[in-house]
């Protein structure tokens, strides 16, 4: 496997303490990178031309997210697969936990 020659060098650009960052996502509508920490549980959304970072806490474990039409991202909790608008400090689910899953 070869290295990836980028253009452009690669900086560091937020300092943030994650205890296991996983599933960014490129968000090309809204211009947003999307990350997760799976034990916060805390989904994360930074824009990079001001460098703000916007926090979702979420209810259980989030294993990953991916973005979806109309502004809503699936977010995959340890409760279940939900469909997700997220507002400044909460999040709105579409679908809800199913008893079977565990």
Known sequence: MRPIDFEEPIERRIDLDLAIGESPVWDAGRRLLWFVDILA???????????HLATYPMPCAVG?????AGGRLVVALRSGVHLSILYPGR???????NPRWR
Do not use: E, H
């Open 91 to 97: 999040w709105s689910s579409w679908f809800t936990r």
């Open 64 to 68: 990953s997210i991916g973005v979806a």
């Open 41 to 51: 549980p805390c989904i994360y959304a930074l824009d990079p031309r001001t460098n």
